[in-house]
């Protein structure tokens, strides 16, 4: 990804959490593009449960593959439950409503300062107490 592009913050987590979220978005978005009879029944979420979004249908495997499999992930360890459900439900509103309209709802209900430009670096993505302490770790 060369070109800059206005996201919101997914997680709140910033730092490499973040940035493995909008790699999973940006990889869904162009895979739906290519998919647009996408059916999004194939989904199971539980109200109440983050983490848990089964993929009961060709389509959800198929999208899941793109999500769960990005070679970029990797060396993040792969993405964790939590994300997933949390890009597949901005994926679907992304879908429904088109990726300008989808930055327009976000503009209504948070602030601007979880709004930056995503280049497909870590940089790129805000940084919080927490990312600053999850990357010392490593």
């Given at each position: 990804?060369?070109?800059?592009?206005t996201?919101?913050s997914?997680?709140?987590?910033?730092?490499?959490?973040?940035?493995?979220?909008?790699?999973?978005?940006?990889?869904?978005?162009v895979?739906?593009?290519?998919?647009?009879?996408?059916?999004?029944?194939?989904?199971?979420?539980?109200?109440?449960?983050?983490?848990?979004?089964?993929?009961e249908?060709?389509?959800?495997?198929?999208?899941?593959?793109?999500?769960?499999?990005?070679?970029?992930?990797e060396?993040?360890?792969?993405?964790?439950?939590?994300?997933?459900?949390?890009?597949?439900?901005?994926?679907?509103?992304?879908?429904?409503?088109?990726?300008?309209?989808?930055?327009?709802?976000?503009r209504?209900?948070?602030?601007?300062?979880?709004?930056?430009?995503?280049?497909?670096?870590?940089?790129?993505?805000?940084?919080?107490?927490?990312?600053?302490?999850m990357?010392?770790?490593q």
């Amino acid at each position: 990804m060369a070109e800059k592009k206005t996201t919101v913050s997914l997680s709140g987590f910033g730092g490499s959490y973040e940035w493995a979220c909008q790699i999973m978005l940006f990889a869904g978005m162009v895979w739906l593009e290519k998919n647009p009879s996408f059916d999004w029944s194939g989904y199971k979420t539980y109200q109440g449960v983050m983490g848990l979004c089964v993929a009961e249908n060709k389509d959800a495997r198929d999208l899941d593959e793109v999500l769960l499999k990005n070679p970029k992930l990797e060396c993040a360890g792969g993405p964790t439950s939590a994300m997933h459900q949390c890009v597949v439900q901005h994926l679907h509103e992304i879908h429904q409503d088109g990726y300008e309209n989808w930055l327009k709802q976000m503009r209504e209900v948070r602030p601007a300062e979880d709004f930056f430009e995503f280049d497909g670096t870590v940089q790129s993505c805000p940084q919080t107490e927490l990312s600053t302490r999850m990357e010392r770790v490593q």
